[in-house]
Every structure is written in C-alpha cells, then in structure tokens.
C-alpha cells in the first residue's frame, strides 16, 4: 500500500529498499529514489521553496523542487 504524505513534513525516517515518488501533481507521481540495502534515508521537505531533499547515507543527495506531493511505494 502506498503511503502519500502532503503537507507540512519535515522528516521520514526511510527503511532500507524503500522507494520514493514526488510530483508537482497527484496524478503524475514519478520515482525519485530507493533507500539502498543497509541504509537508511531521510526526505525533509523545505516548506519554503516546496523542495524534496532525499539523503542517503554516505552517498549523494538527491533533491527535486517545486514539489506538491510525497509518496512512499512499499
């Protein structure tokens, strides 16, 4: 089941293998990312320019903007 988060969210706390989709528009989610094994990532969402910031550990950040949605496919 898919798990959509709108809103003003700070912090998720990502379990390993945990796929990410963000959009500007509900119905055209797109795939951001996916936690790799072991590790654990954070998407922190700037409430003042709308971005989605998705850090892995000891990787590069990945970050998308302009944002209306986040969603987490399980």
Do not use: H, P
């Amino acid at each position: 089941m898919d798990a959509v988060i709108t809103g003003n969210v700070e912090e998720i706390r990502l379990a390993a293998g945990t796929k990410v989709a963000v959009s500007q528009d509900f119905n055209l989610l797109f795939n951001l990312g996916r936690v790799k094994e072991g590790k654990v990532g954070f998407i922190v969402k700037d409430l003042e320019n709308g971005c989605a910031l998705v850090q892995w550990e000891n990787t590069q950040n990945s970050s998308i903007c302009n944002i209306s949605y986040l969603r987490i496919v399980n």
